[in-house]
């Protein structure tokens, strides 16, 4: 009786080490907040560990994973409404990997990739979801098409009309200025 | 750089944040707390301490003690110095077929005598005592009951 307990146990565990940081991107595509990210990510297993039951009858972890903590990082967007700690810029420069650059150069990168992303917010919400999770590098085409239930196709075409649109927001802001 | 590679740059950024470290360490731990809180050790534990806490009550309390222990004290005691006789059938008593035949039944009809009434004891119909003298014993104090007022003496008439 107690041994498929532990099992189960041990094999979230090893979910944990294997896709936590795949999670995290994830989350943080969306939150762009540490702390908001991670509570998704810790959501995310004690749901697994609530239905561990399911895990045998799972066939690819890493998109049935990723779907659950899309859908809590959804749900906890629409309800919170909180605007990213990462509108600032300089905390997006203290959060996301920079190369090596002078800070002065670190600081004006960061600014326009704040830009970016708040573009890319104000896309339609399909086009928006499929350009967040092709940023997360572990995740392929057909796994993005998994997780959000539709074809590849579908997926392919969102994603160039979802850069088509931003691409044409930035030239736009770029004529004006 | 064009606006295709500042979109990638962008993006490829924010596909790879690096989660802060301790991430696994912290959500293992987390996990732990549910398995932890229904384990059949604690649910053990916890009935062995509802069991000793109301054995200490029982044998605390006075009353308690005496309801469940004297009895079965009282029980152990009778049963060490008696012993239970096995059931007996009663033959029937001789003449009859139990206690009710023991019951003297006259050969004639007995006459009923008429009950004297208001014969100086007992108590009238109105449920008041008789007194010795035949009248019936004044009312305690508090109980209300009809008087009748003596009848007047008739008046003689004036216009004869």
Known sequence: MAKPEHDAHAQVTALVEQYSTTLYRVAYSVTRNPADAEDVVQETFLRVLRHRNKLAEVRDYRVWLVRIAWNLVLDRKRRAKTRPETDDFEDLARVLPADQQSAENMVITAQRHSHILRLIDTLPVREREVLLLSAVKELSTVEIALVLKTTESTIRSRLYRARHALAELLEQEGSLQ | ?160
């Open chain 2, 1 to 160: 750089m064009n606006i295709q590679s500042e979109i990638d740059e962008t993006l490829r950024r924010l596909g790879s944040a690096e989660p802060p470290s301790g991430l696994e360490r912290r959500i293992n731990r987390r996990l732990q707390i549910p398995r932890s809180r229904f384990s059949s050790t604690r649910i053990w534990a916890a009935c062995a301490l509802a069991a000793c806490l109301a054995l200490s009550a029982i044998a605390l309390n006075p009353v308690w003690r005496g309801l469940v222990f004297h009895t079965h004290a009282h029980l152990q005691s009778t049963q060490s110095t008696r012993t239970i006789d096995p059931p007996r059938v009663a033959a029937p008593a001789p003449g009859g077929f139990g206690a009710a035949s023991a019951v003297h039944v006259p050969d004639q009809p007995v006459p009923v005598q008429p009950t004297p009434v208001n014969q100086g004891r007992g108590r009238s119909r109105s449920g008041r005592a008789v007194l010795p003298n035949g009248t019936l014993a004044p009312l305690p104090r508090g109980v209300a009951a009809p008087h009748t007022p003596p009848p007047a003496a008739p008046v003689p008439d004036s216009t004869q």
